[in-house]
Every structure is written in structure tokens, then in C-alpha cells.
């Protein structure tokens, strides 16, 4: 069974820091996904990482793949407060018919 | 395009009754998924479709059915309410082409059961 952690679930941070989501999952997979929740809403895809080393950038957002050590990170560089909701990553695998399995989620709040 | 509809947006149930969750897509995807998502947790699959007249159990299926007779839509069915059942819905839908599976999600239904 696919697991997917994520790393801190809870981040309370201050305007103009940096910091790192994790994610990390349990079997060989090259497919990572990053989707943001703001509160009350949707989810909406932020990143689709696809190979070994794949790195993409969007705004103050970076995410990244490491598919030998089965790690995703998500930068955040100089927060703002518009950047506050919940960020999910979520694997699939070939062996999963396409089915993608969510991490728990991290909720982001960013402070003056 | 509207992208992934869902409807209704809240909806209070009593025990016992029977209600469907409505959802489309216009964008010619072939999967479509359901989620629910509970306070504080990530997203749970319940069932889905790879495509017309095809469906699939996820993860926790119990006490839900599906069926998909369009490519379009992809109603979910709540049978004999339970307050287990109280969370929000989302429905997902995507096209795999043997790439990679980006799901665009519908803007949820919120669902209590009393």
C-alpha cells in the first residue's frame, strides 16, 4: 500500500521567510503531484513533477523531486500572506491504475 | 469551459435518507474520481471511472454507489445516510493518456447528516 507523508502538517511562519514542505512516499514512483486549498475551497494543481531531478517554479513556489531518495519538496521563498492555505502532494504509480493517493496535507499560515 | 461542476454545494440530510451527488465535466476527460474529505485530513478516493460503463471501488466505497453511463457525468449515490457520512465531496476528473494522471476538481459539496 502507497503512503504518503507529509512534513510539517501544521507551519505558522512570518512574512519575508523561507521555508520547506516534505513530502515523502513509500514505493518507486516518477509521477508527483502539488495541489493548494485555500480555506472552504477546491483544490487546485500547483505542480506536476515527472521525472528524476524535475524541478519547477511558480511565483515564490518551488517544487522539486528526488525520485531515488522518494522525496518531493515544496520552497517557499520570502512568504506573503496570500500564500496561506493547505498544500497537499499527492503520488501515483503504474501499478495504481492511475489512482492518485494524497498526503494529509500541510496548513500554511503566513503572518505579518 | 466550466471545468468540473458539482451540485448541490451544501445539502443537511437526516439519518436514513437517500440523496445523489451530481458532478460534470466538459472537458472530454476520460477518468473521473470522487474524493471525500473529513476536518483536517487529506482527500479519501471512494470510487471512480476510467470511462463510460466503467467503474472502480477506491478506497472507502461503503454505503456509496456509482454509475457512469456518459463521459460527461458522474453522479455518486448515498444510500441510507449515516452521520460517518458527514464530510465534503469532491469530484475529480482527468485525462490519462498513459502519461501522468493532473486531476482539476470540482468545487465540492458540503453534506450533514443528522
Known amino acids: 500500500e502507497l503512503k504518503v507523508e507529509q512534513n510539517p502538517l501544521f507551519l505558522s511562519m512570518q512574512e519575508g521567510k523561507n521555508y520547506t514542505i516534505y513530502c515523502n512516499y513509500s514505493t518507486t514512483s516518477d509521477r508527483l503531484y502539488w495541489y493548494r486549498q485555500d480555506p472552504g475551497k477546491s483544490l487546485e494543481s500547483l505542480f506536476v513533477l515527472l521525472s528524476n531531478g524535475a524541478v519547477k517554479q511558480e511565483g515564490r513556489l518551488m517544487a522539486s523531486l528526488d525520485t531515488k531518495a522518494r522525496l518531493s519538496t515544496l520552497h517557499i521563498t520570502a512568504a506573503v500572506h496570500d500564500l496561506s492555505a493547505t498544500y497537499f502532494c499527492?503520488?501515483?504509480?503504474?501499478?495504481?491504475?492511475?489512482?492518485?493517493?494524497f498526503g494529509k496535507g500541510t496548513l500554511l499560515t503566513v503572518n505579518p | 469551459n466550466a471545468g468540473v461542476t458539482q451540485t448541490p454545494k451544501f445539502r443537511i440530510l437526516k439519518i436514513g435518507q437517500s440523496m445523489t451527488l451530481q458532478c460534470t465535466q466538459d472537458?472530454?476527460?476520460?477518468?473521473m474520481y470522487w474524493y471525500r474529505q473529513d476536518p483536517g485530513m487529506g482527500l479519501k478516493l471512494i470510487y471512480y471511472?476510467?470511462?463510460?460503463?466503467?467503474?472502480d471501488k477506491g478506497e472507502v466505497p461503503n454505503g456509496y454507489n456509482v454509475s457512469r453511463s456518459t463521459t460527461e457525468d458522474f453522479p455518486l449515490r448515498l444510500e441510507l445516510a449515516a452521520p460517518s457520512q458527514t464530510s465534503v465531496y469532491f469530484c475529480a476528473s482527468s485525462y490519462v493518456g498513459g502519461s501522468y494522471n493532473e486531476q482539476f476538481f470540482g468545487p465540492g459539496t458540503r453534506l450533514t447528516v443528522l
Open positions: 499527492a503520488v501515483d504509480y503504474r501499478g495504481s491504475n492511475y489512482k492518485l493517493t
Open positions: 471511472s476510467v470511462g463510460a460503463g466503467i467503474t
Open positions: 472537458m472530454n476527460h476520460n477518468y
